[in-house]
């Protein structure tokens, strides 16, 4: 009943600069905190960012300065603009959002992932 879609991975050089969006539809109600999380080649799933309604925002250490997260209240979207890319940012990246979808039921919800390559 929800879904989250993903778009803009892709590969870029070291150095260079994505955007990715997640745009959630379905029966909602409101959305809570919404954000980004990435799982390298035989690695556990990390946070990258999050940020909630209100827009406080929240990064791992290893993005902080080079990716910013923001949201579309309106459009149920959230982006992570990620610049200054490095090799070791390679992963598929979830996005992952926190959902009302009745007066009694809220829940977390991912995305399919989106690949994101940075070649050295």
């Known amino acids: 009943q929800v879904q989250l879609v993903e778009s803009g991975g892709g590969l870029v050089q070291a150095g260079g600069s994505l955007r990715l969006s997640c745009a959630a539809s379905?029966?909602?109600?409101?959305?809570?905190?919404m954000g980004w999380y990435r799982q390298a080649p035989g690695k556990q799933r990390e946070f990258v960012a999050s940020i909630t309604s209100g827009g406080t925002t929240n990064y791992a250490d290893s993005v902080k300065g080079r990716f910013t997260i923001s949201r579309d209240n309106a459009k149920n979207t959230v982006y992570l603009q990620m610049n200054s890319l490095k090799p070791e940012d390679t992963a598929v990246y979830y996005c992952?959002?926190?959902?009302?979808?009745?007066?009694?039921?809220?829940?977390?919800?991912w995305g399919q992932g989106t690949q994101v390559t940075v070649s050295s």
């Open positions: 379905g029966k909602i109600i409101s959305i809570n905190a």
């Open positions: 992952n959002a926190n959902i009302r979808i009745s007066i009694w039921a809220r829940d977390d919800y």
